[in-house]
């Protein structure tokens, strides 16, 4: 898939959650765990759908929007153009697979 595919609505929901990703509060380490799950699931861990039962119901319609995007692109988030912004939360909420240069 092409970035170009995507639709307004995800990636709207997309860039909600990145957002969401870059706090510090139990929802954004819920949001972030599920991204990452799509960026690496094997160094990264895999998402527990229980997870979803502690974000409110916006973020869990988000979560919704994307995991229907991860199945339709067939593809990484950076394929679609969001490499950076899945690094930061690799960055935030997993340091220790971060590789220094």
């Known amino acids: 898939m092409r970035p170009d595919q995507m639709t307004a609505t995800e990636r709207a929901a997309l860039e909600r959650l990145l ?52 199945t339709r692109a067939n593809s990484y988030p950076d394929t679609l153009g969001y490499g950076p912004q899945f690094e930061a939360v690799v960055r935030s909420w997993r340091p220790e697979l971060v590789k220094e240069h």
């Open 19 to 70: 957002e969401h990703a870059r706090g510090d509060t139990h929802q954004s380490r819920r949001v972030a765990d599920f991204l990452l799950a799509w960026w690496n699931a094997g160094a990264c861990g895999a998402y527990d759908l229980t997870t979803g039962w502690a974000v409110d119901e916006a973020i869990a319609e988000d979560l919704c929007v994307v995991f229907r995007l991860a």
